[in-house]
């Protein structure tokens, strides 16, 4: 029954969100992670590369299903869904991996829509007791309605 | 940063991606909160971090997963493209802790971002190589195993 409770979550999808790319957005992330890549640094290189501009690194944007505070409007399906498997017994959340495929460039300036469904959820039965798998598939559009990528994050929940 | 392009026809099955240095400090992992607005505090606060049998504060898996993407793009250069990518949150990392405003407790690499070429292809008229990946920490460890799919260009155009 309680498993049931969790399946009925699979297929719900949050309220797009809008992101543009900022180009202090785009630097900020590539100095986080300590990545000086001239392609998310330097406009002259950018304009000269096969792109055309400064691009996003792969995985910007990567994670929209996060904590209260920041992305608002995905957050509501996430808290939903976290305090009904709280209540039914599986209160802690891990996340386990995450999976990409990148099909088209993200340029400066352009604005992203990202859509997220719960995907699936599976039961596991480990030394610890019953654990769920979460895979979250967020689709990534562009302006153009092209997709550019798809992220699936993984989450164990206990 | 400017290198020269990798090509396809330069990559063996077999051979390792050059390994990519990253020193993790608790002030990297505050820029990281910041970016990824990934703020649970167990990523910086030692308290919470000890209250959640933890210990310590822990380094964002996300921000491995980002430095993993790195270890490609370094490699592939401005012609290749990163197509697949995967990477699973198996092992807990530690940042060090600051000593200055700019330094670290100790002057060293944390961890090391390595890879192997698994197999060449084409497909599609796509000039593929697939890589095992990994995050690895001073002990050896693999604690954020990964794969990764890139198209390179071809010298044969």
């Known amino acids: 029954m309680l498993l049931e409770e969790a399946k009925s979550f699979i297929g719900k999808v949050a309220t797009p969100m809008v992101l543009e790319v900022e180009k ?8 986080a992670i ?56 599986f209160p802690r959340l891990l996340d386990a991996g995450m999976e990409y495929e990148f099909f088209s460039p993200i340029r400066v300036g352009d604005t992203l829509t990202a859509s997220l469904e719960i995907e699936s959820i599976t039961v596991k039965e480990g030394k610890r007791g019953t654990m769920l798998t979460c895979i979250n598939k967020t689709s990534y559009y562009n302006q153009f309605g092209v997709l550019v990528a798809i992220a699936r994050q993984t989450s164990f929940l206990s | 940063m400017t290198r020269n392009q990798l090509y396809w026809e330069d990559v063996a099955e077999g051979a390792e991606l050059p ?22 505090p167990l990523h910086y606060d030692l308290p919470f971090a000890e209250s959640q049998g ?11 997963r980002a430095w ?9 250069g401005d012609q290749g493209w990163l197509k697949k990518f995967s990477c699973q949150f198996r092992g807990m990392d530690y940042p060090l802790n600051m000593k200055s405003i700019s330094e670290p407790e100790e002057d060293k690499v944390t961890h090391w971002c390595k890879g192997n070429v698994i197999a060449k292809r084409i497909e599609n008229g796509e ?31």
């Open chain 2, 127 to 157: 000039h593929l190589v697939d890589c095992e990946i990994w995050v690895e920490d001073e002990k050896g460890m693999h604690t954020t195993p990964g794969t990764a799919t890139v198209i390179l260009p071809s010298r044969q155009g």
């Open chain 1, 34 to 89: 300590g990545d000086e890549n001239l392609l998310f640094w330097d406009e002259e290189h950018g304009r000269n590369s096969r792109y055309g501009s400064i691009v996003a690194p792969p995985g910007f944007f990567g994670w929209p299903l996060k904590w209260k505070g920041t992305f608002v409007f995905i957050t509501r399906l996430r808290d939903e869904f976290m305090q009904r498997m709280a209540e039914i017994g």
């Open chain 2, 68 to 76: 993993l993407i790195q270890l490609m793009t370094d490699w592939i």
């Open chain 2, 54 to 64: 933890i210990g310590k504060p822990i380094v964002h898996g996300q921000l491995k």
């Open chain 2, 19 to 40: 390994a990519l240095a990253k020193t993790a400090t608790t002030v990297m992992l505050v820029k990281w909160a910041s970016v990824s607005g990934d703020f649970n």
């Open chain 1, 24 to 31: 202090g957005a785009i630097k900020k992330y590539a100095d």
